[in-house]
């Protein structure tokens, strides 16, 4: 089993930064996709961005291209996500997820229901 547990929301003005962490613990010595999600009130969870485990393919969605950045530190086994200019729209909680690659350095899936474990969230505000 993967615990992942996400750190580094807050409120922030609009224009401002934040950087969000997921921190895994338990079995990690396998490879992962990890991927954030986010779900604002009243609307679905959304893909934001995904990271293969090498760290080399990344994706974002077209919303948040340009303003964020996904990376990782696998020896801390941590993923990062790193949100400049950020928009009152982009108020929600934020969900780390992983995806067991099962040795593929590259791999790295776009779909929710590929990802095994989640984290609890952490919710970022942008005020206006």
């Known amino acids: 089993q993967v615990q992942l547990v996400e750190s580094g929301g807050g409120l922030v003005q609009a224009g401002g930064s934040l950087r969000l962490s997921c921190a895994a613990s338990?079995?990690?010595?396998?490879?992962?996709?990890t991927a954030w999600f986010r779900q604002a009130p009243g609307k679905e969870r959304e893909f934001v961005t995904a990271?293969?485990?090498?760290?080399?393919?990344?994706y974002y969605a077209d919303s948040v291209k340009g303003r964020f950045t996904i990376s990782r530190d696998n020896a801390k086994n941590t993923v990062y996500l790193q949100m400049n200019s950020l928009k009152p729209e982009d108020t929600a909680v934020y969900y780390c997820?992983?995806?067991?690659?099962?040795?593929?350095?590259?791999?790295?899936?776009?779909?929710?229901?590929?990802?095994?474990?989640w984290g609890q969230g952490t919710q970022v505000t942008v005020s206006s």
């Open positions: 997820a992983a995806d067991p690659t099962y040795g593929s350095r590259w791999y790295v899936s776009l779909r929710g229901y590929d990802y095994d474990y």
């Open positions: 990271i293969s485990w090498s760290g080399g393919n990344t």
């Open positions: 338990g079995r990690t010595s396998s490879s992962y996709s």
